[in-house]
């Protein structure tokens, strides 16, 4: 019986999808086991619990496997009703978090990690794009919000307030390694108030690794985009990205 | 009445608005259809979906929701009658996993396969027919992915229609045929048959043509 509504989480440090369902998981109150994964050496468990894509995160709840972490905060939503909601009760409202999560999702974090992949005249283009985007979020936050300060705690984390602070929550190492500021106050004030407000939450900081180990995660990931075939750093990233596996904060 | 002024703007190509037909239809929702010239955009649509300008997008009681499965869920839990995902939260799960799958996934080997030539098409016919594959493994013996009635993967996999028809235009039959893909072709032939479905797609002599003015280059010529 204990076995049944055991909850495993399989995920890695570093990564921010794995850092959702965390978050999710904590605010919900669900106690889980985290069970840490070498990416360079997934191990046997992961590969047959996803074996579609290989990655994690991967929720292990009543011996049944849910993959993508997106489904996996909508699973978590629905199975346990009794803590805070993830999403508002109306379908309408429902509706917009969704599109702004699926914005964010797509429009915002992949521009965001093309910025981080690249340099010269094909960063700037994309940083150019990142700022459209947030342009249009910050505009999105004002109907969302309709005028009203959206408060956040420990209480009332929703899906996106989640997957957004788990792109921007890092934005303080994202500034220092691309040298670009995009959480800017005076640019996007709605957006900026946010950020701050969700990398205050208890949980949130609890599980947000050191501003250190972000820069690092930040640079090895431009650094493997840039230069994988430098002299060197092939044979050693397979120990850099091992190093960052088994290099977990906590 | 929840279902006052419903409008839904599409094109009558595009697998993304069509699933918003079969899912309004599969509710007996009544709408308004408008079809709209993307090389022309109507104000209205511009008004309605300023953020990324596309159909389809659904408008209720003048609200506006845009992004396919997010209309889908939203019809889902409005019109609560004949639901297209399922009471369970892990079937829901897995509904709402491969339906990701098919657009992240599938939809750009799909469209890769038009472009491709030689043996970089190979490559991604190789690909796709992988991906259907692993559908196949989730939709083993039953009637629909839905069960005994279309759900809310089988609205998401209607894209496999479009490269049925990308085949045919192509002059190909090796990509999704009954011998390489029993189960997903068996599946396909019920879509097809089924009532509601058969009328949410575009019509084919028509979308074969726009296929080749699309990619006439790599398209064989009859």
Redesign the interface.
């Known amino acids: 019986m204990a076995e049944e509504n055991k909850v495993k989480l399989h995920g890695m440090w570093a990564s921010p999808y794995v850092k959702r369902v965390e978050i999710a998981l904590k605010i919900k109150g669900i106690p889980y086991e985290f069970v840490e994964e070498d990416l360079v050496n997934k191990s046997q468990l992961l590969l047959q619990y996803n074996p579609?894509h290989k990655k994690v995160p991967v929720l292990i709840?009543?011996g049944?496997s849910?993959?993508?972490s997106?489904?996996?905060l909508?699973?978590i939503d629905?199975?346990w009703k009794n803590g805070p909601p993830l999403l508002p009760q109306d379908?309408?409202k429902?509706?917009k978090v969704?599109?702004w999560t699926?914005?964010v999702e797509k429009?915002l974090l992949e521009n965001v990690l093309l910025v981080v992949r690249s340099e010269g005249e094909a960063q700037e283009k994309a940083i150019k794009v990142v700022f459209e985007k947030l342009k249009?979020l910050e505009e999105?936050l004002k109907d969302l919000f309709q005028g009203e300060t959206h408060h956040i705690d420990g209480e009332n984390m929703g899906i996106l307030d989640i997957v957004l602070c788990s792109l921007f929550g890092a934005h303080k190492a994202q500034e220092e390694v691309l040298g670009v500021k995009f959480i800017d106050p005076e640019k996007f004030p709605l957006l900026s108030s946010w950020v701050t407000a969700f990398t205050e939450v208890a949980v949130v900081k609890a599980l947000q690794p050191p501003h250190e180990k972000l820069v690092m995660v930040y640079q090895f990931l431009r650094q493997k985009a840039l230069r994988p075939s430098a002299a060197g750093v092939e044979v050693k990233e397979g120990v850099y990205v091992t190093s960052l596996s088994r290099s977990s904060p906590f | 009445m929840p279902e006052e002024g419903v409008k839904l703007f599409g094109t009558w190509v595009s697998p993304f608005s069509r699933r918003i037909e079969v899912a309004l239809k599969l509710k007996g929702v009544q709408y308004e259809y408008i079809e709209e010239d993307l090389t022309n955009k109507s104000p209205a649509l511009l008004h309605y979906n300023p953020?990324?300008k596309q159909i389809p997008v659904l408008v209720?009681n003048g609200?506006p929701?845009?992004?396919s499965?997010?209309?889908m869920?939203?019809i889902d839990?409005?019109w609560k009658h004949n639901p297209i995902l399922p009471a369970d939260?892990?079937e829901?799960?897995m509904a709402?996993?491969w339906a990701?799958?098919i657009d992240e996934k599938f939809w750009p080997a799909a469209r890769k396969i038009v472009v491709a030539k030689g043996e970089e098409q190979k490559g991604e016919i190789d690909e796709i027919q992988q991906q259907m594959k692993?559908l196949e493994g989730e939709l083993k013996e039953k009637k629909f992915f839905g069960g005994e009635s279309l759900g809310f993967l089988d609205i998401a996999a209607n894209i496999i229609i479009w490269l049925v028809v990308a085949q045919e235009a192509l002059g190909m039959d090796q990509i999704l045929n009954e011998e390489k893909l029993p189960v997903l072709y068996g599946w396909l032939q019920r879509l097809l048959d089924d009532a509601v479905f058969k009328e949410c797609v575009p019509p084919k002599d028509r979308h074969l043509d726009l296929f080749k003015v699309k990619f006439g280059s790599s398209i064989a010529s009859k």
């Open positions: 579609v709840h009543n049944k849910i993959c993508e997106l489904v996996i909508e699973y629905e199975t379908p309408y429902r509706a969704r599109f699926s914005f429009e249009l999105g | 953020v990324n209720h609200k929701v845009a992004e499965f997010v209309i869920e939203y839990e409005t939260p892990y829901r799960a709402r996993f990701k799958y692993n």
